[in-house]
Every structure is written in structure tokens, then in C-alpha cells.
């Protein structure tokens, strides 16, 4: 059974720090490219950071030069670190996994930044 496990999220400070670990199991993780979302209200969920399969990453605007997304295949974890938290940055955070026409999702890990 394919699972998709976050963890890391609470309550910060704004300027503050939190590491989201996403974990798995069912599922080659090497073959997989993996991403961070985020849910924007009314419409679909919001790329936060992603890496391929290959190491190419890509990050949405609003969190360039705060987040990193990294992984370690040998734990089948993947990692999102947020730095200089903003109360914008509230929300619920989804790891992804894909390959081709599948797409998997975790049941999110609740992260939020007070002024």
C-alpha cells in the first residue's frame, strides 16, 4: 500500500524555521519526482518546491531563497526547510510524488507563522 507520510509542521514565529519531512513506502523512490504544495484558497494547490528524478529543482516565487527541498533515497524521506517564515506562508503543505500519469498525495501536515 502506497503511503505518503508529512511531518515537521507547527506553529512558528514569523522569521522563524521549520523542516517538513515527507516520508514513503509502497513505491520506488528513485523513480519518482517529488514536490511540496501548498492549498490556495478557491484554487488548485500551489507548487511550493519540487525535484525530479533527475535533481532538477524548481521553487514557486514566493518562497525563492527561504525553502530548500532536498531528499535521501536511502531513507525515502524528502525535505522541505523554511527559513524567514511569514504569516503568508500559513497553510497546510502536501508532499507529492509522481511518475507519469500517477500522482500521489499525503493528507498534508499543517504548518503556521503568527506575526
Known amino acids: 500500500q502506497l503511503l505518503l507520510s508529512e511531518s515537521g509542521g507547527g506553529l512558528v514565529q514569523a522569521g522563524g524555521s521549520l523542516n517538513l519531512s515527507c516520508a514513503s513506502r509502497?513505491?520506488?523512490?528513485?523513480?519518482?519526482?517529488w514536490g511540496w504544495y501548498r492549498q490556495i484558497p478557491g484554487k488548485e494547490r500551489e507548487l511550493v518546491a519540487s525535484?525530479?528524478?533527475?535533481?532538477?529543482?524548481k521553487y514557486g516565487d514566493s518562497v525563492k531563497g527561504r525553502f530548500t527541498i532536498s531528499r535521501d533515497g536511502a531513507k525515502n524521506l524528502v525535505y522541505l526547510q523554511m527559513n524567514s517564515l511569514r504569516p503568508e506562508d500559513t497553510n497546510t503543505y502536501y508532499c507529492?510524488?509522481?511518475?507519469?500519469?500517477?500522482?500521489?498525495w499525503g493528507r498534508g501536515t499543517q504548518v503556521t507563522v503568527s506575526s
Open positions: 507529492n510524488a509522481r511518475l507519469m500519469r500517477s500522482t500521489y
Open positions: 509502497g513505491l520506488i523512490f528513485g523513480r519518482y519526482d
Open positions: 525535484i525530479s528524478r533527475d535533481g532538477i529543482i
